[in-house]
């Protein structure tokens, strides 16, 4: 006595198990470029037009204040740093 669910099942399981694969291996392997891309993003609004405050890319970037120290300034070092510039 099979129902239509198991039927289906038996016909389709190799499709689905790759299917399910290959999506869990699509992002495992994105999820390190997003994090790259995310900070690669802050850092050209931060130096193209002031398009963010050097506040905000403190933010986003997850950086901690320094007294005596602009936060813009932090955040272009870290970025120039980050990306290898200097």
Known sequence: ME????QW??????????GLFLSIFALYL?????????IKD????LNS????????AMEKLNLKEIKNYNNRELANYYC???LGIK
Do not use: M
Request: aromatic share 16%; net charge positive; hydrophobic share 20%.
């Open 80 to 82: 120039e740093r980050y």
């Open 30 to 38: 994105r999820t390190p470029f997003d994090k790259e891309v995310k």
């Open 49 to 56: 037009s002031y398009q963010i405050t050097g506040d905000e």
């Open 42 to 45: 802050t850092c050209a609004k």
């Open 3 to 6: 129902n239509k669910f198991y």
């Open 9 to 18: 099942w038996k016909d389709h399981r190799r499709g689905v198990t790759l």
